[in-house]
């Protein structure tokens, strides 16, 4: 994997354009898939520019993947969906915006889960993303060419989106670092929503410095974005130093292998002489089934905007509303997306409205106070991030089965508090991530205990 | 339980059109997610729900005039186009 500090490293004696040209190479040689849409000639411009020292910034310079549900003026932004398959948007989401500020050489879109909705990347219409590590297995997802691309040296820094574990997934099973941050912390304008009031954008890469670097760049206010905190976010790693408290949600476990790491690690972090303890979050029986229901109901009045008349798939001829509506949606929209569309509607519709939505709510409020309350005696809580090693393709065919991989995943979004993914070694030679979880906006502890990790698992797994 | 019928009925209020064999399969696949959905009948009704987890405030700017969409850009993804303005499916049936 490439870091930010040996790309620059490498800047220093080589020209930026065959660096990018060679990272090309890589992509189109490549059998990830990590990749819907290229963008070559900009990206080589850009970095002509560079070498001849009109591109500045913190990112200047650097190779970074982008999510395809992020918007980028006149680049196409397909979601992964054939619903979107030519659409081009006519601006750029916020956190674009501040890539180019910044200096940094947009590579291209990479793939993902249709509209963000599956866990393994199997959903996209533009077909499954392989796992570096094992091409037979999936890459994770919903951001899995995010993940992909940076396991397999096709990219430097890559964004991607968490809804419900879409950042942390994909990280954990191609072995990067990735945070979902707080909720409100980074500009949704310009992200194809799926579920608005879970999902934020967030930062992926090879390191922890990394990330915190791209955060840095992308958190901010931005008054389009109505849930936007206006909080910005400075690192400061001098805190790493200190002495953490960490808790161990009992609640958050995997299958043996995953176990089995995790034990490890914990041990590791006793020897630091940090305080260790267990905490139990008895919502977490409730967690997943309300997130299902909050995320597919927000699915449903979210998608409704795919009309087929303004943008995205439509059909030749124009017919009634109701019969043009349903054929362009019913042609346009892939499995899965459906299933999310008709459970949310079915939850919210008349009549099922208190006993699924309001009640998956109810949840919400019992999860934040559960992490609420830990939090009052640990500074950090940690957790296998994923309950499994990457899956073979293929493997996960009953949705049901498929929504229970996010069960490690999906109360940080219910509580809306910032999550890392921080790689942890091999299983069987397939990457395993630590999940590592603080207080709203408390990134700055997230990111310095992972960093104080990742120094000491370099050196023990 | 779930019935076929159901099925279209929501497929219907989604405005997806779904066949026989598609409304066969989404009927078994829901009954087991709804199933799952189910174990929220133990949560209580005394809990206040969460709307939203940050304690935002509505949040004013100034009302100044700013450049929006061009009609060009607003139109340049629209299959449909005439006399410079979207074209919808009728409406009335």
Redesign the interface.
Known sequence: MITVSEWRERLESEKCYDLVSELFDRIERSKLNAYITLCKDFALSQAEKYDRGELKGKLSGIPVAVKDCISTKGIRTTCGSKMLE???P??DAHVVERLKQEGAIILGKTNMDEFAMGTTTETSYFGVVRNPYDLDRVAGGSSGGSGACLGGKEAVLALGSDTGGSIRCPSSFCGVVGIKPT??LVSRYGLIPYAN?LEQIGPMACCVEDVALLLEVIAGKD?RD??N??VEFKFDPSKADRKFRVGIVKEMGGNEDVNGRFEEVVEVVKGLGFEVGEVSMPSF??AL??Y??IATGEA?SNL?RY??????F?L?K??????????V??LG?GEEV??R???G???L?AGYYG??Y?????????V?RDFESALKDYDVLIAPTMPSLPFKIGELA???TM?KMDVNTVPIN???IPALSLPVGFVKGLPVGLQIMGG?FKENDVLCFALRLEKEFSEVF | MLTVED?FK?????????NREEAEK?RK??E???D??N???????D????????P?KN?F?EDVPKEG?SRE??L?????VEDGY??????V?
């Open positions: 030519n659409y081009i006519p601006f909720y409100g009031s008054e109505s849930t905190a206006g029986k409730y089934a309300a299902y229901i449903s409704a009309d087929g008349v303004r943008y995205g439509a030749d124009l017919d009634t509303w109701t019969k043009y509506f349903s054929k949606r019913a929209f459906k299933r569309i008709m459970l509607t079915y939850a519709s006993k699924y309001l009640k998956a709510l109810r949840v919400r409020t019992l934040r009953d949705p049901l929504y219910l509580a809306g709203h | 099925v929501i497929a219907e209020l989604a405005k997806i059109e779904i989404f696949e829901f087991s997610i709804i799952y959905f174990v929220l009948d133990e949560v209580g009704e809990v206040e729900p969460t709307f939203h987890v940050l935002l949040i700017r969409l850009e607003a340049m993804n629209a299959k449909h979207f074209k919808g499916p009728k409406i049936e």
